[in-house]
């Protein structure tokens, strides 16, 4: 054998001896990495990193750049050995469309991160509800890995119901975990955190009470575009149609929601958007929006409402809180809040529009990616979210930092929430960042907020949630029900541009324009929607 060949048949013992440590210890690596589905303790001795892809707006939150920076993150990973690596996608607040598109992307090019949550999208699948994304080998199937890893998370699956109920799909499946907040106080009528907000200066200077009935409000807006020459006395914005918004607060006066609500009358689901109510409010906000009384557009700023130019809107306990005379045009500025319009004095509203659920499977959920080799380690992380010690921290911060706890077990928070050196409010600072994780509702009320703060609250809560449902969003249905949704028309696409139509485009609501809208909702299949919805309502109630 030459010197030559000898030398290469070296060579090559030598590449494939490389090449077999070389597997070995990628296997070994890789096997340090996946997690068999048995009990997991933490903190792991080795640090492990998952990604996690899920929306973040520091908007409100200048001084963190990610939910690694914050706190609670920070004294997770501690307690865990894991680091969460946050992909964060683009977020356009007003338009969140691209979401989708970006997160397709990622199932396409097959860059997936290991967890995910949604943000108002599921991706598109070939089948035809969430649990074909088991098939189509997206996201696990996390029955098995939720009986072994998630210990806290059961614990509230057996407390709640309601958790169990979105938990679960109709096939009983488990494709995601909910993110949950209020489940201590969901069977009750929840404190409410926005209404409608209006000018107390201007209401003293024109000898006025606070609005209650429609009638008043009708007067008010008048006299405050008359004799004070308010140039908006109320403002709708842009979001002059959407169901969850407080500006619609004038919808449910008549007894209904303008989407899905619950009817007082036969206690079924009903989509209101061509119902006799949705009618008569249109025809109400034509009327003060051609006089002059409403403004619609675009949304309404900080600035706006501080200048004398709008004298009423839907807005929040944050305005009533950081809206200060000091900052005002008018030295006399005051806000006060209104309760929520009624067609006669002592009629109970029962719908309220800032009405949070438990959790869906569209936002403040996750999944877990097929494409992770180690569900249990990411089951695992998911549920120290659950844990005392998270529901403590996403509720009040750091012990010892954000607040201290006295020998009865009452609760107060530092002066470095209460008097942020930014001048952020704790529900900016700390609840609002968090989302809804597992945490109490009401912290804000019951040991921040102010007196008028608490007085808005109290206000805008005679308005109770009995007759909303959860979130369409949180029903799950079966494949022949999703089959057949999918054949139906966009109907809130179609029903806004219409009403939205007969309110500003000075035609109003003739009865043939309101039963040709009626007529064209229908032909696009409103009314097997609504049995549909109907079904899967009812198997959520009774599962």
């Known amino acids: 054998m030459s010197a030559k060949k000898t030398l290469a048949r070296v060579f090559s013992f030598a590449a494939a001896a490389m090449l077999v440590v070389a597997m070995a210890l990628l296997t070994s690596c890789n ?3 996946v997690y068999p589905n048995e009990p ?25 750049q990610s939910y690694a920076d914050h706190p609670f993150f920070k004294h997770l990973k501690e307690e865990t050995n894991i680091n969460i690596e946050f992909v964060v996608p683009s977020v356009d607040v007003v338009d969140i469309s691209h979401l989708r598109d970006e997160w397709m992307n990622r199932i396409t090019s ?13 991706p598109d699948l070939e089948g035809s509800t969430i649990d074909s994304a088991s098939e189509e080998e997206l996201y696990y199937e996390l029955t098995e ?30 494709m995601y975990i909910p993110m949950v907040t209020g489940v201590e106080d969901r069977n009750q009528n929840t404190p409410a955190q926005e209404g409608l907000v209006i000018r107390k200066d201007f209401l003293d200077e024109l000898q006025m009470d606070v609005p209650v009935t429609v009638d008043d409000w009708y007067n008010t807006l008048t006299a405050f575009k008359v004799s004070l020459g308010v140039e908006h006395p109320f403002w709708l914005g842009d979001m002059l149609l959407a ?54 557009g675009v949304n309404i700023t900080r600035t706006d409402k501080l200048s004398d130019s709008v004298g009423a809107w839907g807005g929040s306990v944050t305005d009533i809180i950081s809206l200060k005379s000091t900052d005002a045009v008018n030295a006399n500025y005051e806000l006060v809040a209104a309760p929520y319009p009624v067609l006669n004095e002592g009629d109970q509203i029962k719908i309220r529009n800032d ?64 008097n942020h050196p930014n001048g952020y409010l704790y529900g900016v600072n700390q609840y609002l960042y968090l989302g809804n994780m597992y945490a109490d509702r009401d912290v804000l009320i019951d040991l921040v907020y102010s007196d008028e703060a608490i007085a808005a609250i109290e206000t805008w809560s005679q308005a109770t ?64 929607q609504i049995m549909t919805y109907r079904s899967a309502w009812e198997r959520y109630l009774n599962s």
């Open 355 to 418: 009405y949070m659920p438990v959790g869906n499977r569209e936002i403040n959920c996750i999944y877990i990616c097929q494409s992770y080799e180690s569900p249990a380690l990411a089951a695992k992380w998911i549920d120290q979210l659950f844990s005392e010690e998270s529901y403590m921290r996403a509720s009040y911060g750091i012990e010892g930092e954000d607040y201290t706890v006295d020998g009865d077990g009452n609760i107060t928070f530092t002066d470095k929430i209460v």
């Open 145 to 174: 890995y939720v009986e072994v890893q998630m210990p806290n998370f059961n614990a509230l699956r057996e407390q709640y119901a309601e958790i169990d109920k979105l938990t679960i799909t109709p096939y009983q499946n488990i």
């Open 31 to 33: 096997e340090e990495r």
């Open 243 to 296: 169901p969850t918004c407080v500006n619609n607060a004038f919808i449910t006066c008549y007894g209904q929601s303008y989407e899905w609500y619950i009817n007082e009358e036969d206690g079924l689901l009903h989509y209101g958007a061509t119902e006799e109510g949705t009618r008569q409010y249109v025809e109400m906000m034509q009327r003060w929006y051609s006089e002059g009384l409403v403004a619609t």
């Open 110 to 122: 097959g860059t997936t991160t290991d967890m995910v949550s949604h943000f108002w999208f599921v």
């Open 40 to 64: 997991i303790q933490l903190p792991l001795e080795k640090e492990e990193t998952i990604s996690y892809w899920i929306c973040f707006d520091n908007t409100y939150m200048p001084e963190y």
């Open 465 to 528: 949630n009995e007759n909303n449902i959860i979130r369409s969003t949180s029903l799950a249905f079966t494949s022949a029900e999703a089959e057949l949704m999918s054949t139906f028309g966009n109907f809130w696409m179609t029903q806004t541009g219409e009403l939205r139509g007969m309110i500003t485009d000075g035609q109003g609501v003739t009865g043939t324009r309101w039963d040709a809208f009626v007529e064209n909702m229908n032909s696009m299949g409103l009314q097997e």
